[in-house]
């Protein structure tokens, strides 16, 4: 399956809009343009979205919730026949917002949460109280009825407390609390010294976060890293090895760039004059992630056919190459024999 | 006996719109639901499509008339596939 080539992606990642009410510590859109299309030229693309066969769409940036039309194209969207979701930061999420997002057809809604302590949280994100508001929209999306999930970046700030995020993540009966795996993009970039972990460290945190998957109840504890691979944790029902960024999803920035996902800033097209299918099937971006080639330490080893490399983003930003070894991974230097 | 309908919230598409997917195992459609996907091969889209309200009996007679092959043979094949996507919440009974 590690060849599969899909004719469209299933969910692209629809970066709206770049403005933003927080300052992150590790954004990676800060930089990105703020260039925005038009309402009706943005209908037009959904539509075009929706003929190649996407099944989901979901909004990002920034934050979405700053855009003005954002319940507008959603129900356009929805009414389609796209599953809608989006990734806030929740401080504009009221119950009135919650019932909104309901209406407008939002299925699934992820509020971004970084610690379990609130002080850490509110610095981390560089605006004071957003810990509360962000678990008040947990509340107020639960309250109507959409799906939620906390998203969690994992850095130096949080790696030792896989407990206690759980913890909060049960407390207030989200449905998926999603480890993401830091990316040297924009200010991770920049910051990255002081909030990336080492490989090893890397190793304890998803040794760890594993056995919390295979325990905790009522909790789906998804983590999206294809490194885990080398402590055989791959979901073996998954459609692609690897990544899924170009084989299965897609990134769209707010001016209609098509990238193959949010961190890798690789322009492929843009989905206001292009044919989607002909640039998911042309892209010589994609067909070279898609078939990545072992070099380095993964030349032999004997996780790659699952791993194939790990996170290309992160190899592309750390090295220039996407063939390098994900930096992240803790295997063994020497080539295996 | 129950009748089998495909679970409305599961999306789906055919992945054969301008390619020929004659080989056995070529995906020929992706079913998905929420973060659960499943590929699917030409037989397994045929029967996918007949989860519109049929019983098992009708879908095995439906393709008895299209594959040389012995009933029983036929009949466990098709369970294990409609068991596989019941436990996957992709279709149920009624």
């Known amino acids: 399956m590690s060849n599969l080539q899909l004719k469209a992606p299933l969910t692209i990642n629809w970066a709206i809009n770049n403005s933003c009410n927080f300052a992150c510590s590790h954004c990676y859109s800060r930089e990105d343009t703020h260039d925005e299309i038009s309402r009706d030229v943005l209908y037009s693309c959904i539509e075009k979205v929706v003929k190649a066969g996407v099944f989901s769409v979901n909004f990002g940036g920034g934050e979405p919730l700053l855009h003005p039309d954002l319940l507008d194209i959603a129900a356009f969207s929805s009414g389609l026949g796209l599953r809608v979701s989006m990734n806030s930061n929740g401080w504009l999420l009221d119950y009135d917002k919650a019932v909104a997002l309901k209406n407008a057809g939002f299925t699934k809604v992820g509020i971004s949460i970084d610690s379990h302590l609130p002080e850490v949280h509110d610095k981390f994100r560089g605006v004071a109280g957003s810990h509360a508001r962000a678990l008040a929209a947990l509340k107020h999306l639960k309250a109507v009825g959409i799906t939620t999930s906390i998203s969690t970046v994992i850095c130096r700030i949080n790696c030792s407390t896989i407990d206690e995020l759980v913890a909060m993540a049960l407390e207030h009966e989200v449905g998926q609390l999603n480890f993401h795996n830091f990316k040297c993009s924009g200010l991770g970039m920049s910051n990255k010294d002081e909030l990336d972990l080492t490989p090893e460290e890397w190793k304890v945190f998803y040794r760890d976060a594993i056995a919390a998957k295979r325990t905790v109840k009522n909790l789906d504890i998804s983590l999206d890293d294809p490194i885990i691979a080398l402590l055989d944790a791959r979901d073996a029902g998954s459609l692609v090895k690897g990544s899924v960024c170009g084989k299965l999803s897609l990134n769209i920035k707010s001016n209609g760039d098509m990238t193959p996902c949010g961190f890798i800033p690789i322009v492929i097209g843009n989905i206001v004059r292009d044919d989607l299918q002909q640039v998911w099937k042309d892209s010589v971006v994609l067909d070279k992630m898609r078939n990545k080639q072992p070099t380095g330490k993964c030349s032999g080893c004997s996780k790659y056919e699952d791993c194939l490399g790990g996170c290309t983003a992160r190899a592309l930003a750390l090295t220039g190459d996407m063939n390098s070894p994900d930096p992240h991974c803790w295997g063994s230097d020497a080539p295996a024999k | ?94």
Request: charged share 30%.
């Open chain 2, 1 to 94: 006996m129950s009748k089998v309908f495909r679970n409305p919230d599961v999306l789906w598409r055919r992945e054969s719109d301008d390619s020929d997917v004659s080989q056995e195992e070529a995906v020929a459609a992706i079913l998905f639901s929420g973060g659960s996907m499943l590929s699917l091969n030409e037989f397994g889209i045929e029967l996918w499509e007949m989860c519109d309200g049929q019983t098992v009996d009708e879908i095995v007679t439906t393709l008895m008339s299209e594959f040389e092959v012995d009933e029983d043979v036929l009949r466990s094949d098709i369970q294990d596939f409609l068991n596989s996507l019941f436990q996957k919440g992709f279709i149920r009974y009624e």
